[in-house]
């Protein structure tokens, strides 16, 4: 999506000046927005009222002012949407309807994508999409990533460079069913996941050449369990 003309920005990863010099020349940049919507009240979507004069105007949040510039180009992506209560969905229904903010648009070069858990079967204490909400999006459910030997998860670890030892386990035959253990441990505290190999790689790579073997193993089944740390 990102035009070879414009610069590829992560909105929650550059700092306050940064941001201001991208609002300021929107025409330069293709920003990539991470939004959680969990963490909004309603008003935080259609920002607070101010005068103005005689007259009441909306001062929108930092994202929101960026993604509603005529020049603005960019993805904004609305995660964990379900874990946001019903009134802050409701809250949400005129930007994806009509991809408006209070009395703002966005620009037509901003797109609006969101996920969230599976209501029913991540357990993810998730609230019920509104009817209304739901049928304002394309859904698509999304495959959990695979390990082994041809696994896509082995090649994403390897281009973002996860410890060798993870990698070479979760491809081998020994460890390909063991990338996620969630489905069948639910109710453990702790299990594996492709979110807790990438904290084992990084205990390796911090702690390896630092601990006992004893004491790594207490390590890792900190995070992926006994059983799948021995």
């Given at each position: 999506l990102c035009p070879d003309d414009r610069e590829f920005v992560r909105w929650n990863k550059i700092p306050n000046s940064k941001k201001e010099e991208v609002k300021e020349n929107a025409e330069d940049y293709f920003v990539f927005l991470d939004i959680r919507l969990s963490q909004y009240d309603p008003t935080d979507i259609k920002g607070l009222p101010d005068l103005d004069g005689d007259e009441v105007v909306w001062k929108l949040m930092s994202w929101a002012k960026y993604a509603t510039d005529k020049d603005a180009k960019g993805l904004v992506f609305f995660d964990e949407i379900n874990l946001a209560p019903n009134s802050?969905?409701?809250?949400?229904?005129?930007?994806?309807?009509?991809?408006?903010?209070?009395?703002?648009?966005?620009?037509?070069?901003?797109y609006v994508l969101a996920a969230g858990n599976r209501a029913g079967k991540d357990r993810a204490n998730v609230y019920e999409m509104a009817g209304p909400l739901r049928d304002r999006f394309n859904h698509i459910e999304l495959l959990p990533p695979r390990g082994g030997n041809s696994g896509n998860w082995v090649e994403y670890a390897i281009d973002n460079g996860l410890n060798e030892k993870v990698v070479a386990f979760i491809s081998s035959p020994m460890g390909e069913d063991k990338l996620n253990t969630f489905p069948n441990n639910k109710d453990a505290k702790v299990f594996s996941t492709p979110r807790s190999w990438e904290k084992v790689s990084e205990i390796l790579d911090e702690a390896e050449d630092r601990v006992s073997l004893f004491q790594m193993e207490n390590l890792v089944s900190s995070v992926v369990g006994e059983g799948v740390a021995s």
């Open positions: 802050v969905q409701a809250a949400f229904y005129q930007l994806i309807l009509k991809g408006e903010i209070s009395e703002y648009a966005l620009s037509d070069d901003v």
